[in-house]
């Protein structure tokens, strides 16, 4: 079998990143991750990994867990000349491929039969997941190459676990600023009250969610912002379950848009055609959950509307990248944030330090600043004068600070631990009082057992 070897020109920063991955891989870096946003070109430098891997006899694997991505890739790697098989439910196999093109959830059903020297895998900050590391054990635990924009799992812990070297490239504001992105317009028309929704796995309960989320008067909010800010561009929204998906994009269509509801339970044709519909302007909203956060390449969505709120920088990153990528038809990318995330994770195109520990939120930690126009309600990063609407804002003539009434008070740990938020098992006496608490605050079942048990040691030593 032949393969096109021929190399197209790579862009300075496609071609630094290759330099870079080359040689952590010669200083003896067995699995390296490539951080690189939406529209750096992942995919270009991955394949000239790919070219250099097969032109030495190095079987290579190409692993994600979206159809969309994997689709993606093969048309990718197509135009790139690089010929390839799949391991992939409905795709033709050709074992005798030196590139194969892997689902992961088929590679885990099915016998491997030739093993790669490497694997690259895309969307790589899901790989901790017990079903990818089987995969990869089965392979013969080859040489990774992980790429992502984002490279933190949803718990905020990093990708230590698998990884060994981290490789960053640009930030997002870097390609906007050199065209290769969209610029942004961002407002958050609304805040909801998440007082009452539960902590799940590290992120918001998707049903707690949904029912504050899917309350008519947001669902309004939603369709009069997109009227107001993003008539007749192409729009995704971001829902947290298949009945809000539904009832978006119901709502959307009585409104006299043209909307689909898409979700994992939808079938193979379904997503195809809400893509493909997208990017004719024949439909001009797709509602989804859980499938468009990563792998969807439709430089035409004009719009990105955020109707959950996360506690993962990750989803809100990957989510406003469905967006981001430059067109023909748009100026620039208008995100509709009701969610009020931005508020929780800063502006997606400031610089962000990412590391393979990930991040742990410390107490008290600010979210990065933003500002929100009282006059168009963009939110951006502080800046004198709004980029959306050109209003100006009012800076008081500053006279030195102000004295009042009153006395200064030293804070010692007695008048701290007064003051500070009461531990969630304050007042809890009991075992059976920590397992109704865990039970009110949606905790894990471990948990009651865990602050009992340390009760228990405390007593031991105090005894």
């Known amino acids: 079998m032949q393969y096109a070897l021929a190399m197209p020109a790579l862009r300075p920063r496609q071609q630094k990143a290759v330099d870079d991955l080359r040689a952590a891989y010669r200083a003896g870096r067995d699995a390296v991750v490539l951080v690189a946003p939406t529209g750096m070109g992942k995919t270009a430098t991955a394949a000239e990994i790919i070219r250099s891997a097969i032109s030495r006899g190095n079987p290579v694997w190409f692993l994600a867990h979206l159809q969309e991505i994997l689709l993606?890739?093969?048309?990718?790697?197509t135009s790139e000349g690089i010929q390839h098989g799949f391991i992939m439910a409905g795709m033709p196999s050709d074992p005798t491929a030196m590139v194969q093109v892997v689902s992961v959830q088929t590679a885990a059903r099915r016998p491997i039969l030739s093993k790669p020297a490497l694997i690259i895998i895309d969307e790589c900050h899901l790989a901790v997941a017990k079903t990818y590391l089987r995969v990869i054990e089965a392979a013969g635990n080859p040489k990774l190459l992980g790429l992502t924009a984002t490279p933190e799992r949803l718990d905020r812990k990093g990708l230590n676990e698998l990884f060994d070297h981290l490789v960053p490239t640009c930030s997002t504001r870097d390609l906007?600023?050199?065209?290769?992105?969209?610029?942004?317009?961002?407002?958050?028309?609304?805040?909801?009250?998440?007082?009452?929704?539960?902590?799940?796995?590290?992120?918001?309960?998707?049903?707690?969610?949904?029912?504050?989320?899917?309350?008519?008067?947001?669902?309004?909010?939603?369709?009069?912002?997109?009227?107001?800010?993003?008539?007749?561009?192409?729009?995704?929204?971001?829902?947290?379950?298949?009945?809000?998906?539904?009832?978006?994009?119901?709502?959307?269509?009585?409104?006299?848009?043209?909307?689909?509801?898409?979700?994992?339970?939808?079938?193979?044709?379904?997503?195809?055609?809400?893509?493909?519909?997208?990017?004719?302007?024949?439909?001009?909203?797709?509602?989804?959950?859980?499938?468009?956060?990563?792998?969807?390449?439709?430089?035409?969505?004009?719009?990105?509307?955020?109707?959950?709120?996360?506690?993962?920088?990750?989803?809100?990153?990957?989510?406003?990248g469905r967006g981001l990528r430059i067109h023909q038809d748009k100026d620039d990318l208008v995100v509709l944030d009701h969610a009020g995330?931005?508020?929780?994770?800063?502006?997606?195109?400031?610089?962000?330090?990412?590391?393979?520990?990930?991040?742990?939120?410390?107490?008290?930690?600010?979210?990065?600043?933003?500002?929100?126009?009282?006059?168009?309600?963009?939110?951006?990063?502080?800046?004198?004068?709004?980029?959306?609407?050109?209003?100006?804002?009012?800076?008081?003539?500053?006279?030195?600070?102000?004295?009042?009434?009153?006395?200064?008070?030293?804070?010692?740990?007695?008048?701290?631990?007064?003051?500070?938020?009461?531990?969630?098992?304050?007042?809890?006496?009991?075992?059976?009082?920590?397992?109704?608490?865990?039970?009110?605050?949606?905790?894990?079942?471990?948990?009651?057992?865990?602050?009992?048990?340390?009760?228990?040691?405390?007593?031991?030593?105090?005894?």
């Not at 993606?72 to 790697?77: G, N, P, Q, V, W």
């Not at 709004?386 to 006395?407: D, K, N, S, W």
């Not at 605050?441 to 030593?461: M, N, P």
Request: glycine share 8%.
């Open 176 to 320: 906007i600023d050199e065209g290769l992105l969209s610029s942004l317009r961002y407002y958050a028309p609304s805040l909801p009250d998440l007082t009452n929704v539960r902590d799940r796995g590290g992120d918001y309960d998707e049903g707690d969610l949904a029912e504050v989320m899917d309350q008519p008067t947001i669902t309004g909010d939603a369709i009069a912002a997109y009227r107001k800010y993003a008539q007749g561009r192409p729009a995704v929204a971001f829902c947290t379950n298949i009945k809000h998906a539904t009832h978006t994009a119901e709502a959307f269509a009585a409104a006299g848009f043209r909307a689909v509801a898409i979700s994992g339970k939808s079938t193979a044709g379904e997503r195809k055609h809400a893509l493909e519909a997208l990017k004719a302007g024949q439909i001009d909203l797709v509602a989804n959950v859980g499938l468009w956060v990563a792998g969807v390449d439709c430089p035409n969505i004009g719009c990105v509307i955020l109707l959950r709120p996360t506690k993962s920088v990750t989803v809100y990153l990957q989510s406003i």
């Open 72 to 77: 993606d890739t093969s048309r990718r790697l």
């Open 341 to 463: 995330n931005v508020f929780e994770h800063g502006m997606p195109d400031e610089p962000r330090e990412w590391t393979l520990e990930g991040r742990r939120k410390r107490k008290g930690q600010a979210a990065p600043p933003v500002r929100q126009c009282p006059a168009c309600f963009a939110a951006h990063a502080p800046a004198p004068v709004c980029p959306c609407c050109g209003h100006t804002y009012f800076v008081a003539e500053r006279e030195g600070p102000r004295i009042v009434e009153g006395e200064l008070l030293e804070i010692t740990s007695e008048v701290a631990q007064k003051i500070r938020k009461p531990h969630p098992a304050a007042g809890c006496k009991t075992y059976e009082d920590l397992v109704q608490r865990a039970r009110e605050k949606g905790y894990s079942d471990g948990w009651a057992k865990h602050i009992w048990q340390a009760r228990q040691r405390k007593k031991l030593k105090t005894a």
